[in-house]
């Protein structure tokens, strides 16, 4: 049987959502969970080496087979938009020089591998998430719930 850790991030300069499933044939274990976090007064390029540095801490700790991180969705704000894309790029950067393979997902396409829908709201996505794992509660902050379905959604990929 196949067996397989898979890292899933979501992406965020304050908090960065993160989501460690260990996957055995089709058998998904909650592994570990939570967000990277950076202070709203410190230094925008602090916060990016911050969160390189918690992030490089995950990869070493729990040494995943695939790392799933979700594509960025522009809101209202293209500044916050851009920052979000930085912190992103740091992501993908530190994957990289592990040399751990990367996919990425739309949030549609973490929305339909969890629910067949593109469109469902965040309480369906959680729930789901919730029912998937065999947790007894929905996996909190939102921004770490959001990284776990990263990670289930990739769970479906071949290697």
Known sequence: MEERIILG???????MGF?????????????????ATTPTGMPFGERLHSLATDLDEILEHHEPDLVAIEK????????????VAEARGVAQLMVAQSDIPIC?????QIKKALTGNGRAGKTAMQTMVKTLL?????PKPDDAADAIAAAITASTMKL
């Not at 065999?134 to 929905?138: H, I, M, P, T, Y």
């Open 9 to 15: 991030l979501d992406p965020g300069y304050g908090r």
């Open 19 to 35: 989501g460690v499933i260990h996957v055995e044939g089709h058998t998904l274990h909650l592994l570990d969970y939570g967000v």
């Open 72 to 83: 960025l969705y522009f809101g209202k704000s293209s500044s916050t938009a851009m920052k």
């Open 104 to 108: 990425e997902f739309t949030p549609a």
């Open 134 to 138: 065999g947790l007894e509660q929905v």
